[in-house]
Antibody, heavy 121, light 107 residues
Framework: QVQLVQSGAEVKKPGASVKVSCKASGYTFTGYYIHWVRQAPGQGLEWMGWINPNSGDTNFAEKFQGRVSMTRVTSISTAYVELSRLTSDDTAVYYC??????????????WGQGTLVTVSS | DIQMTQSPSSLSASVGDRVTITCRASQNISTYLNWYQQKPGKAPKLLIYSASSLQSGVPSRFSGSGSGTDFGLTISNLQPEDFASYYCQQTYSTHLTFGGGTKVEIK
């Protein structure tokens, strides 16, 4: 069955960077876009961007431009999101999610379990 | 970016009730609209895609409607396991956006 397994919780200081991984199994890794979505405590869902694991192409929300990178290593079916210059506003659960394509096929059928990132001095 | 406005932000209902959540887009998004359910401490779960298509395995008491800018998610015969938060999402734009969410609570 399809699984997305994310790395464990992180605690970071303001100004630092964090890198979260998402390991896929049960399907062809290059066949699905990997999106990253975050959720601050008690808040709603916020889309951060996607990576096409086949081409490496990325697309980021304006809010995160210049501060986010998304990469993948196809040999181990793993995608990564890295966020730099962290502030307390970046404290959130970060989810990866898989979509079969964009637009009409852009819905998220499979999700990771979430990774809590806490930014605190 | 396309703004997605959900209403209400929360509602109280009883088991067996019929509830409708609305989602309005800031521009025409055709039927590029999806709905998710999220329970506390869990990842969201896809309920409806393309405005009205029921995801496999989702009970038929969930239904979606709408096109253009106005959409609805209806839960008929509300069950105890349906008390959760619900989010709409547009995939019309290459920059995806979610609605602010609706929390369905027990009356």
């Amino acid at each position: 069955q399809v699984q997305l397994v994310q790395s464990g919780a992180e605690v970071k200081k303001p100004g630092a960077s964090v890198k979260v991984s998402c390991k896929a199994s049960g399907y062809t890794f290059t066949g699905y876009y990997i999106h990253w979505v975050r959720q601050a405590p008690g808040q709603g869902l916020e889309w951060m961007g996607w990576i096409n694991p086949n081409s490496g192409d990325t697309n980021f929300a304006e809010k995160f431009q210049g501060r986010v990178s998304m990469t993948r290593v196809t040999s181990i079916s793993t995608a990564y999101v890295e966020l730099s210059r962290l502030t307390s506003d970046d404290t959130a659960v970060y989810y990866c999610a898989a979509a079969a394509g964009v637009r009409r096929a852009g819905f998220f059928v499979h999700w990771g379990q979430g990774t809590l990132v806490t930014v605190s001095s | 970016d396309i703004q997605m406005t959900q209403s209400p932000s929360s509602l109280s209902a009883s088991v067996g009730d019929r509830v409708t959540i609305t989602c309005r887009a800031s521009q025409n998004i055709s039927t590029y609209l999806n709905w998710y359910q999220q329970k506390p401490g869990k990842a969201p779960k896809l309920l409806i895609y393309s405005a009205s298509s029921l995801q496999s395995g989702v009970p038929s008491r969930f239904s979606g409607s709408g096109s253009g800018t106005d959409f609805g998610l209806t839960i008929s015969n509300l069950q105890p396991e349906d008390f959760a938060s619900y989010y709409c999402q547009q995939t019309y734009s290459t920059h995806l956006t979610f609605g602010g969410g609706t929390k369905v609570e027990i009356k």
